[in-house]
T-cell receptor
Framework: AQSVAQPEDQVNVAEGNPLTVKCTYSVSGNPYLFWYVQYPNRGLQFLLKYITGDNLVKGSYGFEAEFNKSQTSFHLKKPSALVSDSALYFCAVSNYGNNRLAFGKGNQVVVIP | DVKVTQSSRYLVKRTGEKVFLECVQDMDHENMFWYRQDPGLGLRLIYFSYDVKMKEKGDIPEGYSVSREKKERFSLILESASTNQTSMYLC????????????FGPGTRLTVL
């Protein structure tokens, strides 16, 4: 079975400071990893994904994520947070031949002006 | 751009009513999904479909059914709505298995009174 853990319910960060949202995963075989963002009363928007290749993946809105196989982690990062980055962030995992995504519980990010 | 639309943003129904939630995608995707989102629980898969008239149960199918008569349309049916089905319902679609990204609709917030 595949699963994702997002250990922090909420992340508070001052505007302009680096933002990190943590994600660890469990899956058989090689993982396919995704990050999504959800703004209030909206659907999920795709940010980035790791399938294979470089461990550092760059995505939309200046976000990036680092795949670490030994730590089974895929943390989302942004060098300088904006107030508009305040949203709910979801990490998800799948693997080869699997049609399903397993989602974490989500992290609320609050960027303080 | 991929577009996934859902028939209603907000819906209020009474206990025992039959409820239809409709989802349409315009990118000829084979796979479509229905999730429910509840605070602290993340996204949970209700059903998915990998082809017309084909479906598979997700993690929480009880109390729900689905219909996919056309490739672009995937319906979620609550046979007899109950208050514990009050939730945000999200539809998603993607091209094929494995590495492809799921694209989400805006969601339907259903309240069952």
């Amino acid at each position: 079975a595949q699963s994702v853990a997002q250990p922090e319910d909420q992340v508070n960060v001052a505007e302009g400071n680096p933002l990190t949202v943590k994600c660890t995963y469990s899956v058989s075989g090689n993982p396919y990893l995704f990050w999504y963002v959800q703004y209030p009363n909206r659907g999920l928007q795709f940010l980035l994904k790791y399938i294979t290749g470089d461990n550092l993946v760059k995505g939309s809105y200046g976000f990036e994520a680092e795949f670490n196989k030994s730590q089974t982690s895929f943390h989302l990062k942004k060098p300088s947070a904006l107030v508009s980055d305040s949203a709910l962030y979801f990490c998800a995992v799948s693997n080869y031949g699997n049609n399903r995504l397993a989602f974490g519980k989500g992290n609320q990010v609050v960027v303080i002006p | 751009d991929v577009k996934v639309t859902q028939s209603s943003r907000y819906l209020v129904k009474r206990t025992g009513e039959k409820v239809f939630l409709e989802c349409v995608q315009d990118m000829d995707h084979e796979n479509m999904f229905w999730y429910r989102q509840d605070p602290g629980l993340g996204l949970r898969l209700i059903y998915f479909s990998y082809d017309v008239k084909m479906k598979e149960k997700g993690d929480i199918p009880e109390g729900y059914s689905v219909s996919r008569e056309k490739k672009e349309r995937f319906s979620l049916i609550l046979e007899s709505a109950s208050t514990n089905q009050t939730s945000m319902y999200l539809c998603a679609s993607k091209v094929r298995q494995g590495t492809d990204t799921q694209y989400f609709g805006p969601g339907t917030r259903l309240t069952v009174l």
